[in-house]
């Protein structure tokens, strides 16, 4: 109730600022009409009162008395013109007030059809103690983050409340939530394998030092645990330890079940490294180079050899230029031009390669990550 009247006092007031200038011109103009008259009577008066002091003449006095009746009739036609004025006026008036009142009175009625004015008002404790069935999410995570600041030592609450705010993207409270949990249940491979998927995505997908650390925890406690086994390799990669994650994603396409979406994002780095998924296959991208061919390039001198490797990097940024979309290509682009000494070379690369992967993407950010690692910072 406090409500309804408290909105029908604004609306009043509002509609009354509105209104008012309307209501106060039509007086203000014949107030100064009427002042106006008054003038001219004195005029009047103080030219008869010259006259019969003898001040003015005759003629002059009867000259004055003409001017001042025709400023009267030109007032006078002014005002009959201007009832007509006050006519018009009058409906733009009556126009602009009905608009004006039509604003609240649409509006309230339209939400007296449309919405729940009848609906009692439903406080937040309401909300956060009916049925879980009946809440959404955000009511149902309220509830819970009610619960953990009336209960900040609940190690079970922390543990539930941490990969929900994973999958709502909510990172940072996220790594909060899963540290929580850790500290006060102790360690577990899905507590420290959740605290380092929470640390790369909020770190935009680059797993840092403590993330790491989180998964080896968690590798420790499990060694199968395949979320960790992943995110190490990607660890690796990142690093330009191609070799090594792909050894690790192998052994994932290897003994997780077919049906395992961890099995099936490690082939897909696999097929991006262009590494095979058993050891021994060549990889898609070629053959590997046969042994004469080695041998071949062992005897070469060092101006020759110098020259078939910058001749190979040339080919790789040439492959690139055609298919920018390959980001081991480019972190394999901007190393060979850091061990050639070629600086400005290598800033370039990685210049282009974050614009050909999307400034602001996952790939770029991981590319950036691996640069730097090597010493290359972006211009």
Not at 14 to 30: C, D, E, G, K, Y
Not at 92 to 113: D, F, H, I, M, N
Request: aromatic residues 6%.
């Amino acid at each position: 109730m406090f409500f309804w009247l408290t909105a029908a006092l604004l609306t009043l007031a509002a509609s009354t600022a509105v209104l008012w200038p309307f209501l106060r011109a039509p007086a203000a103009a014949h107030e100064g009409a009427g002042h106006d008259i008054e003038v001219y009577r004195d005029q009047l008066r103080e030219v008869e009162r010259d006259a019969s002091t003898g001040l003015v003449g005759a003629a002059e006095a009867e000259e004055a008395r003409a001017e001042i009746g025709r400023r009267i009739l030109r007032l006078a036609d002014g005002r009959a013109g201007g009832n007509t004025r006050t006519t018009s006026d009058r409906i733009g008036r009556l126009l602009v007030s009905a608009a004006v009142l039509a604003v609240p009175v649409l509006g309230w009625g339209a939400y007296a059809v449309l919405g729940s004015p009848a609906l009692p008002d439903q406080r937040l404790e309401a909300r956060l103690t009916k049925s879980p069935a009946e809440s959404s999410m955000d009511e149902l995570v309220a509830r819970a983050e009610l619960h953990l600041r009336q209960n900040p030592q609940d190690g079970r609450g922390w543990d539930v409340l941490a990969p929900i705010y994973l999958r709502m993207g909510r990172n940072d409270d996220a790594v909060t939530a899963f540290r929580n949990a850790i500290r006060l249940d102790g360690a577990s491979a899905q507590r420290e394998g959740g605290l380092g998927e929470a640390l790369v995505a909020a770190a935009q997908g680059i797993v840092s030092t403590d993330a790491q650390a989180a998964f080896e925890r968690a590798l420790a406690v499990d060694p199968k645990d395949a979320r960790a086994r992943y995110f190490l390799a990607l660890g690796y990669s990142q690093e330009g330890k191609n070799a090594d994650a792909a050894d690790l994603w192998r052994q994932m396409a290897a003994d997780l079940p077919a049906d395992s979406p961890w099995r099936g994002a490690a082939r897909q780095e696999l097929a991006r490294l262009g590494a095979p998924e058993a050891a021994g296959q060549t990889a898609a991208s070629g053959p590997a180079p046969t042994k004469d061919q080695v041998d071949a390039a062992m005897e070469m001198s060092s101006e020759d050899r110098l020259a078939m490797i910058e001749g190979m990097v040339s080919q790789l940024d040439a492959r690139l230029r055609e298919n920018p979309a390959d980001l081991d290509g480019w972190q394999r682009l901007v190393r060979s031009y850091q061990v050639l000494g070629r600086q400005q070379e290598a800033r370039d690369a990685l210049a282009r390669g974050v614009a050909a992967l999307g400034t602001g993407s996952a790939e770029a950010a991981r590319l950036t990550a691996f640069a730097s690692g090597l010493g290359v910072a972006q211009q």
